[in-house]
């Protein structure tokens, strides 16, 4: 494929990750903004820091949700370091599910925890397969520019 036409659609896919609301615009643009010559795989270093920050994060979720009795205070903490988490590379669909898992959280309400967990899940994998395969298209693109 030539460098063009990867460009091209990796703008296309960057923009439909936006507009479908996956990722934050501002907030993935002010990541790029921080990548450079010294550092030039920064943002994906970033995206894998939070996906392996989430995996731990979904599972002490699921391990405090079993526990009884049902510690809402601590999976409302779990939760919130989630959220943070996602604010801080853009994951606006995923962030959007933790606010409403917290609402539950602080009514305790343990039927809606756990059926907005599986909500939770669900954002962060389809974030992360669109994030992989966008970031296998900057890698090709940057492949196709250094050849």
């Given at each position: 494929?030539?460098?063009?036409?990867?460009?091209?659609?990796l703008?296309?896919?960057?923009?439909?990750?936006?507009?479908?609301?996956?990722?934050?615009?501002?907030?993935?643009?002010?990541?790029?903004?921080?990548?450079?010559?010294?550092?030039?795989?920064?943002?994906?270093?970033?995206?894998?820091?939070?996906?392996?920050?989430?995996?731990?994060?979904?599972?002490?979720?699921?391990?405090?949700?079993?526990?009884?009795?049902?510690?809402?205070?601590?999976?409302?903490?779990?939760?919130?370091?989630?959220?943070?988490?996602?604010?801080?590379?853009?994951?606006?669909?995923?962030?959007?599910?933790?606010?409403?898992?917290?609402?539950?959280?602080?009514?305790?309400?343990?039927?809606?925890?756990?059926?907005t967990?599986?909500?939770?899940k669900?954002?962060?994998?389809?974030?992360?397969?669109?994030?992989?395969?966008?970031?296998?298209?900057?890698?090709?693109?940057g492949?196709?520019?250094?050849?």
């Open positions: 494929m030539d460098r063009n036409h990867l460009q091209c659609q703008a296309h896919t960057k923009k439909s990750l936006f507009d479908q609301g996956y990722i934050d615009k501002e907030q993935f643009n002010q990541l790029e903004e921080l990548q450079d010559d010294a550092n030039p795989n920064f943002v994906e270093e970033i995206v894998t820091l939070f996906y392996n920050d989430s995996a731990r994060l979904i599972q002490n979720i699921e391990h405090t949700l079993v526990n009884r009795p049902i510690d809402f205070g601590r999976l409302d903490d779990i939760s919130h370091q989630f959220k943070g988490s996602c604010s801080s590379i853009g994951a606006k669909n995923v962030k959007d599910a933790c606010t409403q898992f917290r609402e539950y959280c602080s009514a305790e309400n343990a039927q809606g925890c756990i059926r967990l599986q909500l939770v669900q954002e962060y994998a389809t974030l992360r397969r669109q994030l992989e395969t966008y970031f296998q298209m900057v890698r090709e693109a492949e196709a520019e250094s050849a």
